[in-house]
Antibody
């Protein structure tokens, strides 16, 4: 079955760039579907960050668009998130997921803390 | 942006009872609505998509209904493993994809 796994630094300094990767197994990204990033600040709800198609087409949340870049590497079967100029408000669990309109499945999530 | 509003924020229910959760969209999303369950420390799990279609492996006690702007998730007889937070999400008009703020189902 399709499985996703996030990886990346758990601690990022304010004003720096957060970088995460999502490795996909059990399905070839180049076969189709959108793939996305969602985040959840501690104790709060879910916020969609953006999604990418296997061809590289991207859609971003307007609230984050100026700071977000999502890319795909079909040769490694993974996609990545970069969020620039982070502040404490970007502290959250970051999830990757396959998007079929709805999101399924999800990765287990990775906590990223923004702190000096 | 379509705003999703869930009610109530917290629902206290006894095991074996029925739970009814609501989700309202600020404009029509047709039937393009999903429901998720999230337990502490876990990723959300898809329960329902297309407003009423259960995802693979989801028990029949979970059912979804509604279209347009008003949606309901019903858990017919709450089991201990059902106490969790539930989110709705619209995928009719995007970007952005938007989630409700969640309903916590707790033990009464």
């Amino acid at each position: 079955q399709v499985q996703l796994q996030e990886s990346g630094p758990g601690l990022v300094k304010p004003s720096e760039t957060l970088s995460l990767t999502c490795a996909v197994s059990g399905y070839s990204i180049s076969s189709g579907y959108y793939w996305g990033w969602i985040r959840q600040p501690p104790g709060k709800g879910l916020e969609w960050i953006g999604s990418i198609y296997h061809s590289g087409s991207t859609y971003y949340n307007p609230s984050l668009k100026s700071r977000v870049t999502i890319s795909v590497d079909t040769s490694k079967n993974q996609f990545s998130l970069k969020l620039s100029s982070v502040t404490a408000a970007d502290t959250a669990v970051y999830y990757c997921a396959r998007k079929l309109g709805w999101f399924d499945p999800w990765g287990q999530g990775t906590l990223v803390t923004v702190s000096s | 942006e379509i705003v999703m509003t869930q009610s109530p924020a917290t629902l206290s229910v006894s095991p074996g009872e029925r739970a009814t959760l609501s989700c309202r969209a600020s404009q029509s999303v047709s039937s393009n609505l999903a429901w998720y369950q999230q337990k502490p420390g876990q990723a959300p799990r898809l329960l329902i998509y297309g407003a009423s279609t259960r995802a693979t492996g989801i028990p029949a006690r979970f059912s979804g209904s509604g279209s347009g702007t008003e949606f309901t998730l019903t858990i017919s007889s709450l089991q201990s493993e059902d106490f969790a937070v539930y989110y709705c999400q619209q995928y009719n008009n995007w970007p952005p994809l938007t989630f409700g703020q969640g309903t916590k189902v707790e033990i009464k």
